[in-house]
């Protein structure tokens, strides 16, 4: 079992940028992925990292603002947030998910998830 914890979220205005952080709580190569669900839409995914390996992969229309990259630690995988926009309101997630190559996982290859972290993006 690997346990996910999400830092970072807050509120902030269009244009700003937020950089979120994924805990886990072991060491070792993982595929780490964050995802964001918008009120009343699907969880979707933004990006994956392999731990250890540097291997990334976006999901449609998520490169450009966002950056998934290793934190300053071994365990943790960050996510910067630039040029917010209100459609980007929603909870976001990191999850530990099968590593498949040349894509994003999706939600039902991921078997470990975090509570989840609040961004609201106000105009």
């Known amino acids: 079992q690997v346990r996910l914890t999400e830092s970072g979220g807050g509120s902030v205005q269009t244009g700003g940028s937020l950089t979120l952080s994924c805990t886990l709580d072991?060491?070792?190569?993982?595929?780490v992925a964050w995802f964001r669900q918008a009120p009343g839409k699907e969880r979707e995914v933004i990006a994956s990292?392999?731990?250890?390996?540097?291997?990334?992969f976006y999901g449609d229309s998520m490169k450009g603002r966002f950056t998934i990259f290793q934190g300053d630690a071994n365990n943790k995988v960050d996510l910067q947030l630039n040029n917010l926009e209100t459609e980007d309101t929603g909870r976001y997630y990191c999850?530990?998910?099968?590593?498949?190559?040349?894509?994003?996982?999706?939600?039902?290859?991921?078997?470990?998830w975090g509570r989840g972290t609040p961004v609201t993006v106000s105009s």
């Open positions: 990292l392999l731990t250890g390996d540097g291997t990334s």
């Open positions: 999850a530990n998910c099968i590593f498949q190559r040349l894509r994003t996982p999706r939600v039902d290859e991921c078997a470990y």
């Open positions: 072991t060491y070792g190569s993982l595929n």
